[in-house]
C-alpha cells in the first residue's frame, strides 16, 4: 500500500460515468460498476465518486447506483453531491460508503458537517472547496462552479475544519481535467493553514504532478480523474492505474 493516498475521483451525472473539463462539458466514459471492477483488479487503495450535477439540478444522492457501486466494490468509498440532510448521509453509510463528500451544503449548512462528524466521527466527513483563480485571488464556487461565495479562501478552510471536516478536497476549477498539472499555489495555501489532510485535485497528468503536490505542496492525497480513464490526453477512455513501484520510487 501507498504511503501517499492516490484516490481515483469518478464523475457521476445520475446514472453515467462521465468526465469534465474545467466544470463545464463532460464526456461519457461508462458504467460506474464496471469501472469499479477494474479498479478492484488493479487493487487500488480508495475511490471517490461525485455525482457533478446533482446540487445543481437540486436531484437527491442516486441511492440505487450508490448501492449497485458499494456491492461492487472492494475498497473505502466515498461520495458527494446532493447531500443536504443527516438522513441521507446516514442512507449512504448503510449502503457501505465509508465517507461523504459536501460542498454546496457544507456551505450553506456548516452545521450538518458538525452533525455527521459528531455522529460518525470527523474522519467520515470530506469538505469539497472549488476554486477558481481570478486576478491572482483563489476564489470559492458552489453549486457545480456557478456560484461564488464571499469568503476568502483561508476562512474558509478554517470554518470547515473548525466545524468538524476530517479532510479537505481541494479543486482547482482552472484545471480540472486538463492534464496541465496540479495549482500548486493553491494547495500550499490550504496545507499552510490546516491541520487536517488535504486531497489535491484538479490537472494531474503525470507521476511529476504528482511528485511536486506531494512534496512540495504537502498534500496528503492526491485525487486523479482524467489521468485514469483515458489513455492520455485526447485520446480515447481507458481505465488504468499508475505502476504501483514507479509512484513509491517518485514519492521516496
Known amino acids: 500500500m501507498l504511503q501517499t493516498r492516490i484516490i481515483p475521483c469518478l464523475q457521476l451525472v445520475d446514472e453515467s ?11 461519457y466514459i461508462g458504467d460506474p460498476c464496471n469501472t469499479v471492477r477494474i479498479f478492484n483488479e488493479l487493487e487500488v487503495d ?20 450508490l448501492q449497485d457501486i458499494a456491492d461492487e466494490c472492494f475498497m473505502p468509498l466515498s461520495y458527494g453531491g446532493g447531500i443536504k440532510n443527516f438522513e441521507q448521509a446516514k442512507k449512504i453509510f448503510s449502503i457501505g ?6 460542498n454546496t451544503s ?10 455527521i462528524a459528531t455522529h460518525f466521527g ?12 481570478e486576478h491572482h485571488q483563489h476564489n470559492i464556487y458552489v453549486k457545480d462552479g456557478r456560484v461564488r461565495i464571499k469568503d476568502s479562501l483561508l476562512d474558509y478552510v478554517r470554518k470547515m475544519e473548525a466545524a468538524g471536516a476530517g479532510e479537505l478536497l481541494v479543486t482547482s476549477m482552472d484545471r480540472e481535467g ?4 496540479f495549482d500548486e499555489a493553491l494547495i500550499k495555501n490550504v496545507t499552510s493553514v490546516a491541520s487536517i489532510p488535504v486531497i ?20 496528503s492525497a492526491v485525487a486523479l480523474g482524467s489521468m485514469l480513464v ?3 490526453k485526447g485520446m480515447g477512455v481507458l481505465v488504468n492505474f499508475p505502476d504501483t513501484k514507479k509512484l513509491e520510487e517518485v514519492l521516496k
Open 17 to 27: 460515468l462521465v468526465k469534465a473539463v474545467q466544470f463545464g462539458k463532460y464526456g
Open 46 to 65: 480508495e475511490l471517490c465518486f461525485l455525482d457533478i450535477r446533482a446540487s445543481l439540478e437540486q436531484r437527491d444522492p442516486n441511492l440505487s447506483v
Open 97 to 102: 460508503f465509508e465517507k461523504v463528500i459536501l
Open 106 to 115: 457544507a456551505f450553506y449548512h456548516p452545521e450538518l458537517v458538525t452533525q
Open 122 to 133: 470527523s474522519q467520515a466527513v470530506i469538505v469539497a472547496i472549488d476554486v477558481k483563480n
Open 178 to 181: 486538463t492534464w496541465s498539472g
Open 200 to 219: 489535491a485535485h484538479g490537472g494531474g497528468g503525470s507521476l511529476e504532478d504528482i511528485r511536486r503536490v506531494v512534496k512540495d505542496c504537502h498534500a
Open 230 to 232: 483515458y489513455q492520455k
